[in-house]
């Protein structure tokens, strides 16, 4: 060949170089953003090939062509080689976009294992490299077989604890018993799977402590899911109430309780059992569903704090597991009981007109009751009628209104000396605001017997009582008017 052809060759190429690569770059980097835009796993694989493949393709090129090296320079083959590693890696990723990253949900392909895919990229890699070895280098494989099995012989039997746990892992991962996400319990540990990778499942406890459990040891063990195959848990709590309580109030009590707690769904509703006659309670369990067991611990909390409470407005007992000695002294506990009750009408306000006098004290108790409210319960509900007049004797309540999409706003706060209940009662109607107790609330409530006779005996109170009623209820126009 003349050096007049040799010239052309050498022009031909170096302008195919200098024009293509830039022209190619653009096209790919056109592709990928598209690619990108539309969310498509594919442009992750054009990536690799505009990044790798193609500058090292272009520069073997150039070398051979251009250059005109040898083309058995170890350097022609140290390039060849990078060649192949990008060309095996982009050929993975494409693999890995076409089986699994697309794959649609409920078919082979998104429940196959990811440690089996990483397994057979490994797999891959290798018998890749075995190829470019044999191909670029001229390499003996046969000699490279027979160390690398005697070499897996002891590396298999060093490494048999761990070998056995990947092949628990692969076992485990293909029948997916839970994912990432799920709450388990496996033996005595619970908590929330964060990762699943070759050796171990890791898990986070309530503690927010991370616990490493081998496969090989989790498959030894019972697996109970929280999170599958619904998300759904059901709790089940055992509280016990004194033999004088009535069976059907004390479960009343208890699933009001249950409903009205934060966090505890009303589908299916709670469920209670009478369990057992024990020798100081008569034992009853609550089954209640929740729907994310992350919030367990708090909704406990919930539940048996506001037990107390209600325990406390419906004169139920909760016993003390001890032997308990009744002793009647005639007058004296009844005099107890009207001191609290007479120290609480010294709480409210001067403009309500009750005769606070020691002698009506046992007239006035009749219509008149103590009752305790825990944060976050609410006192009245929108929505329910009211028969009584509410006076805040400590603690701090608030007064909402629920608009018609369900969307609940702040009226205005309440404290110690006001009352609430008011609309309701002289209306007849059904309440239209709610009454939620901000922190621990003790009320006194009137019944609307002794509210009329207070109203009969003074009748500016029921123009105090009509001003507060009509301030409210503009209040309550001005945040359904802001609201819509």
């Given amino acids: 060949m003349n050096n007049t052809t040799i010239e052309s060759t050498l022009l031909v190429w170096s302008i195919a170089l200098v024009v293509g690569f830039p022209f190619l770059i653009i096209i790919l980097g056109e592709a990928i953003h598209r690619l990108k835009r539309r969310g498509k796993p594919l442009a992750a694989t054009l990536l690799v090939v505009r990044n790798l493949i193609l500058p090292v393709l272009v520069f073997m090129l150039f070398m051979q062509q251009v250059l005109k090296l040898n ?43 990811k440690l089996l895919v990483d397994l057979s990229r490994l797999l891959l890699i290798l018998l890749g490299t075995a190829i470019v070895l044999a191909s670029v280098w001229n390499a003996d494989l046969a000699g490279l077989v027979t160390a690398l099995g005697v070499s897996s012989i002891v590396i298999g039997l060093a490494l048999q604890d ?23 319990k496996v033996g005595d540990i619970v908590g929330q799977v964060i990762d699943i990778n070759w050796r171990a499942v890791r898990l986070q406890t309530f503690d927010r402590e ?21 998300y759904l848990h059901a709790e089940r709590i055992k509280i016990g109430f004194s033999y004088s309580d009535p069976p059907n109030l004390a479960k009343q009590v208890l699933k009001s309780t249950a409903l009205s707690t934060q966090g505890i769904i009303s589908d299916p509703e709670p469920q209670i059992f009478t369990v057992s006659y024990d020798d100081s309670s008569v034992t009853y369990e609550v089954k209640f569903f929740i729907e994310n067991y992350s919030e367990l611990e708090e909704i406990r909390d919930r539940f048996m704090t506001r037990i107390w409470y ?142 009329n006779q207070m109203i009969e005996r003074q009748p500016s109170f029921a123009r105090e009582i009509g001003q507060i009623l009509e301030i409210r209820r503009r209040a309550i126009q001005v945040v359904k008017q802001s609201s819509s």
């Fill in 71 to 113: 083309p058995n320079d170890n350097l022609i083959k140290a390039v060849q080689t990078l060649l192949w590693i990008c060309v095996i890696h982009a050929a993975l990723s494409l693999l890995n976009v076409i089986l699994f990253e697309q794959a649609e949900a409920n078919t082979w392909r998104a429940r196959f294992p």
């Fill in 162 to 184: 761990t070998l056995g746990s990947v092949m628990s892992g692969i076992a485990l991962l293909f029948e997916r018993p839970f994912s990432v996400g799920d709450w388990l």
């Fill in 210 to 230: 991370m616990i490493v459990i081998p496969h090989k040891v989790i498959s030894g063990e019972t697996i109970r899911n929280f999170s599958q195959p619904l």
């Fill in 310 to 451: 209600a325990a406390q407005r419906s004169n139920l007992t909760i016993p003390f597991p001890i032997r308990t000695l009744y002793h009647f002294h005639g007058p004296t506990s009844r005099s107890q009981g009207t001191k609290k009750f007479a120290e609480s009408l010294q709480s409210i306000p001067a403009f309500v007109p009750l005769n606070k006098e020691q002698a009506n004290l046992d007239n006035l108790s009749q219509g008149i009751v103590l009752h305790h409210f825990g944060a976050g319960e609410k006192v009245v509900q929108q929505g329910y009628p009211v028969n009584d007049l509410y006076i805040i004797i400590s603690g701090k309540a608030l007064l909402t209104t629920t608009d018609e999409w369900g969307t609940e706003h702040e009226v205005l706060p309440l404290k110690a000396g006001e009352f609430f209940g008011e609309m309701a009662l002289f209306s007849g109607e059904p309440s239209a605001v709610s009454v939620t107790a901000v922190n621990d609330l003790e009320v006194m409530i009137i019944s609307a017997t002794i509210v």
